[in-house]
């Protein structure tokens, strides 16, 4: 018999009266290493995203006015291209970043994501705000929903070292003391 710990279930919530959406995911690494796991482009692209999906990064500046685009790629050749300006990122604390998907024009969102220290583990809160509900409830319909929870059980197991081929980047990963 398994046993489920919650804390490591991703929970994402569409408040019905707001055009927003929380997400909220712990994982067993310091805030140190969970930041640089969503900052550092190398690290980015080993777990951001659906598995199904290949990952390619334009550009990727992690700090306060850089800006980032990256493409996910199906086998079939079909893209799907993302691009923001970070506004704000305060070392192992906290980022803020709009977000856009480039087949949606008008949908921009702006982000912001949290890291909690829970003592050896970290609390990750990510509320992104939308234009409309309409548009929050477009990003649901997506699939949004399913790539989120792949990519934090990738990056799950990239903190954990459990991902495929990854000795040397778990070696990398466990060398984060913050």
Excluded: C
């Amino acid at each position: 018999m398994s046993t489920t710990n919650r804390r490591h279930e991703t929970q994402i919530v569409a408040d019905p009266a707001l055009p927003t959406i929380l997400i909220i995911r712990e994982f067993d690494a310091s805030p140190g290493r969970v930041f640089r796991a969503y900052t550092d482009p190398d690290l980015v692209v080993q777990w951001l995203g659906p598995r199904r999906l290949t990952m390619r990064i334009d550009e990727y500046d992690a700090r306060s006015g850089g800006s980032y685009r990256y493409v996910h790629r199906e086998d079939d050749g079909t893209e799907y291209g993302f691009r923001g300006v970070f506004h704000e990122v305060r070392l192992n604390e906290r980022i803020v970043q709009t977000f856009a998907f480039d087949g949606f024009r008008d949908g921009v969102s702006l982000e912001t994501t949290v890291f909690e220290d829970l003592g050896g583990r970290t609390r990750v809160t990510t509320k992104s705000v939308m234009d409309s509900i309409e548009a929050r409830d477009s990003m649901i319909k997506s699939g949004m929903q399913r790539g989120v929870r792949e990519g934090h059980e990738r990056l799950d197991e990239l903190l954990s070292g459990r991902q495929n081929g990854n000795a040397d980047r778990r070696t990398e990963m466990e060398g984060l003391r913050s």
